[in-house]
Structures are given as structure tokens and as C-alpha cells.
């Protein structure tokens, strides 16, 4: 186990734990001290049954980051700001041999200034065509990314069946942007949502699941558009391998499951677990032992230093900040924000190599394969700019802010 290693604050006290915690991860993979303390916090919040914890678990502010929690009651705050947020796995029809990593770099810098229509796909949706269209098609900032692949290795049979390593693919990680941190906002108005939770049955509670529910549909369409503009900015078709949100509730028998930062799974379900941009991803199938684990698995690496400590660690002069930009498969990062880049570095993460072992060896996953990172985008100054912020301003029956009222 290690120590923690920063300042991670958390707005929930430190109680005993009531409910039962699955460590679905070995001695050999750093978990810090403060994210099991929050462990113990969120086992004793109202109504919660049962408790898994991954590999890839840390410390956040509402709760730690790696969780599946059931629950009598709904726990809106161990969700989060970004509902539906998740990962996403695309194969492209670019073949690899065809790839130029400099010219990917200047078709992908500006992929969000790629055309959509924002509108017809949220009414394909069935979402209001005002419901936050401009931030759709966009990654937004912190460890959100839309990264072009390549196969470095398959595992087993089932994963040479499922991906060539003569084609390249996209892994987007984003989600509800502004709309799930409007829908966040609301439930940290009630206080008791925070210190009690919600009963599923009250007002509230069917509110909240109505607002969730659009969040994860939102979350996922935009995931899908980012990649569509990916393919478009480098004259590619692209195709779906993987959908897995991992920020969420799904309704389970005895109470609900909240997703916190762990990918909501089922039996078969093949699932993306990210590394870093200079870091391997792995590709990986969920078996049957996902049941004790409440459906969940790691999502990814998870940050093994805080943002504030990688100012301290890496980036701390201009060629080390340089070779953050590079990796060693020749791949290049898109990020012009110097600070992002510092609190991004690989060095940030764990490795994620060993948080799929861990899942293998607790009966989770078996591997697929494992992906190398050719070319990350995060941010570029000279894209679009954010107007993500702003409010929809009336859906197609006439009333405004139809995500934040019945």
C-alpha cells in the first residue's frame, strides 16, 4: 500500500465503515493511505450495501476515484460533475503502414474545428437539439483525450480474432460536459443529498435518475461525434469496438450501483482500460467474477500522484517539458496548455500493465490486447474556443433547461 501523496480533500467525514469493502486489487499495486480512508466513508454513507474497490483507485473530493458502491439509496455526489463520462474504443479503416505521425499531428490539431451538426444528432438521440449543442464533438480538459492506436501486441486467440495489426484506432475518454456539471450543481443545492443521499422513490431521486439518464446518453454521443471528427480530419471511416461509461448508476437488485471511475460491465462485454499517452492501454473482456465486483473493473491506470505534487516531479525545464511530448513507439502529444501537460505526464499514473493483472488475478478480465499511443490530443490553443459553458436556451416543446426540470 503507499502513502498518500498529496493534498486530496474530501467533503465527506471520516466514520467506521458499515458495509462490506471487496479489494479487487494485490499488495503490488499503489493505493493511497487517503483513498482507503475515504473507503471506509463511503461504506458508511446511508443505505450503501456493499463496496468494490480497483486497482486504479484514488483519492477525490466526494469519494475516492475506482469504485462500484450498491446502495439502498442514490449517492449523487459519488457520481460526480461528469455523468456518463467513459471511454471509448473506434477502429479506423487508415491502415497502419499509410500513417504519417507528423501529419496526423496537423490533421488531429484541429479536430474539433471539424464539422458536425449538433442539432440532427441529438435529435437522432432523441435529446432536445438545444441541449448544450456546442459543446458536443468536444473533449474538454483534465485526463480527457482522443488518442490514435496501433496494436503492439495481441493476447490469445480471441484477441488476434478481434484486432490486426495493420490498422489503427481511436480511444476518446470524455463525457457530459457542461450539462452534467449544470445537473452536479443542482444536487449539491440539497445538502441532505450529499449527507443522506436521495430515496429513489422521492421526488428528487426520480429527478435526478431522469437528469442521469440524459447526462449518459449525451456523454456517449459526444464520444462518438469526437471520434467522427477524428476520422474526418484524417480522411477515415470509423467504426465502433467499445462503448463503457464508467461514471453512472445502474439499477441492481438490491439497490443501485454507483460507477465511480470504474467501467460498467457485463459478461463479455469487451472494455478499453487506458494507460498514459506514453504508456500502454490494454483492450480486455469481462468474464463472470464481475458479480462480486459489482459489475465494475479499473477504467484505467488511475493518477498515482495529485496534480499540485507533478509540478514538483516532472516538466520542471523546457527540454524536460519537451520530452513530455514524445513517447517511446515515436508518438507525439497535442497539448499547448504547459500545466496540463506537467499534471499528464506518465510518471502521474500507475501502471496499468499491472492494474489488468490485478483484475485478472481476482477472476475480472482476460486481456485482449495491448495498445500503443501514437498520436493524444488533449488541447491545442488554436482551436475552437469553449462555449460549452453556456445554458441551452428553449427545447423542442418550448421550455427551457428540459434537462433540469421534469
Known amino acids: 500500500m503507499g502513502k498518500s501523496t498529496g493534498s486530496s480533500g474530501s467533503s465527506l467525514p471520516r466514520v467506521v465503515a458499515t458495509a462490506h469493502i471487496q479489494h479487487c486489487f494485490s499488495p503490488r499495486t499503489w493505493i493511497e493511505g487517503a483513498a482507503l480512508q475515504q473507503l471506509t466513508t463511503v461504506a458508511a454513507l446511508p443505505g450503501v450495501v456493499s463496496v468494490a474497490a480497483f486497482p486504479d483507485l484514488h483519492p477525490g473530493k466526494y469519494g475516492p476515484t475506482g469504485i462500484a458502491v450498491l446502495s439502498e439509496r442514490l449517492h449523487p455526489q459519488l457520481i460526480g460533475n461528469d455523468i456518463g463520462c467513459g471511454m471509448s474504443l473506434f477502429e479506423l479503416d487508415l491502415p497502419l503502414r499509410k500513417l504519417k505521425v507528423d501529419k496526423a499531428v496537423d490533421c488531429l490539431r484541429r479536430i474539433e474545428a471539424e464539422d458536425i451538426d449538433p442539432h440532427a444528432a441529438l435529435a437522432a ?62 444536487m449539491l443545492d440539497l445538502e441532505r443529498a450529499v449527507t443522506e443521499g436521495l430515496d429513489p422513490e422521492s421526488a428528487e431521486g426520480r429527478h435526478w435518475r431522469r437528469q442521469h439518464d440524459v447526462c449518459v446518453t449525451w456523454a456517449s454521443l459526444n464520444r462518438r461525434l469526437i471520434a467522427e471528427r477524428a476520422a474526418s480530419a484524417l480522411r477515415s471511416d470509423v467504426r465502433l469496438v467499445a462503448d463503457v461509461p464508467h461514471n453512472l448508476v445502474r439499477d441492481r437488485a438490491g439497490g443501485f450501483v454507483h460507477h465511480k471511475g470504474s467501467a460498467a460491465v457485463r459478461m463479455g462485454d469487451v472494455a478499453p482500460i487506458a494507460g498514459s499517452r506514453a504508456s500502454l492501454s490494454y483492450v480486455v473482456r469481462a468474464l463472470d467474477g464481475t458479480g462480486p465486483s459489482l459489475g465494475g473493473i479499473s ?90 459553458r453556456s445554458k441551452p436556451t428553449r427545447d423542442r416543446e418550448g421550455r427551457r433547461d428540459r434537462h433540469a426540470r421534469d
Not at 501486441?153 to 490486426?164: K, N, P, Q, R, Y
Request: glycine content about 12%.
Open 299 to 388: 477504467h484505467g491506470a488511475g493518477r498515482k500522484y495529485d496534480r499540485a505534487t507533478m509540478h514538483g516531479r516532472a516538466g520542471r525545464n523546457r527540454s524536460e517539458r519537451d520530452a513530455l511530448l514524445k513517447n517511446a513507439w515515436g508518438g507525439q502529444l497535442i497539448c499547448d496548455d504547459r500545466n496540463l501537460v506537467i499534471e499528464e505526464a506518465a510518471s502521474a499514473y500507475k501502471d496499468a500493465g499491472q492494474v489488468v493483472q490485478d483484475l485478472a488475478d481476482a477472476g475480472l478480465v482476460v486481456a485482449l490486447a495491448a495498445m500503443k499511443p501514437l498520436v493524444t490530443y488533449k488541447k491545442a490553443i488554436d482551436g475552437p474556443p469553449d462555449r460549452t
Open 125 to 186: 438521440s432523441d435529446l432536445a437539439q438545444d441541449l448544450y449543442p456546442n459543446a458536443l464533438g468536444t473533449i474538454g480538459g483534465g485526463n480527457h483525450f482522443c488518442e490514435l492506436q496501433a496494436v503492439d501486441e495481441t493476447i490469445g486467440a480471441s484477441g488476434e480474432s478481434l484486432f490486426d495489426r495493420q490498422k489503427l484506432y481511436l480511444l476518446v475518454h470524455s463525457g457530459s460536459r457542461g450539462l452534467g456539471a449544470f445537473v452536479f450543481g443542482q
